[in-house]
């Protein structure tokens, strides 16, 4: 079961108010739950830690995840989520600084379903959102259930 949730992992606060302002800016409207390093996505996605005891059967709409991450990093999230049954088929958006041909390969080899460069400019980064929000959020039909 999916619920309509974003789950933003992001540990900069900078970008993730650019990203939540963005958010709001394009008029989505759905929540928005931020983790702030890669052990607080886990424990979120798995119900453990601070979010022990939550309905891991549903899960985020979509996760936007940042690669440079403390405590255990984007790709290592990645992994971890895609490993299992629960999280496997979540919809991944990757959202980095890094234009590193080696951090897009590995992404997408371990299951991310987009990857986006956090661009420098607002207004671009505006448009970005919108489209990515557009399309993930509103014209893609996920799965009801996983396997």
Known sequence: ??????????????????????????KISNEV??????????DYLFGT?????????????LILLDLKLPKIDGLQVLTRLRADPRTELVPVAVLSSSNEEDDII???????????????????????MCQLGKYW???????SRGR
């Open 1 to 26: 079961m999916r619920n309509n949730n974003i789950l933003l992992v992001e540990d900069n606060p900078d970008d993730e108010a650019l990203m939540l302002r963005a958010l709001r800016k394009n």
């Open 33 to 42: 739950v931020v983790a702030h390093d890669g052990a607080e996505a886990l």
């Open 49 to 61: 830690g601070t979010w022990v005891g939550r309905d891991t059967s549903n899960q985020p709409r």
């Open 106 to 128: 590995r992404s997408y080899r371990l299951g991310a379903n987009s990857y986006m460069r956090k661009l420098v400019d607002f207004d671009q980064f505006i448009d970005a």
């Open 137 to 143: 959020l509103q014209l893609n039909t996920p799965p």
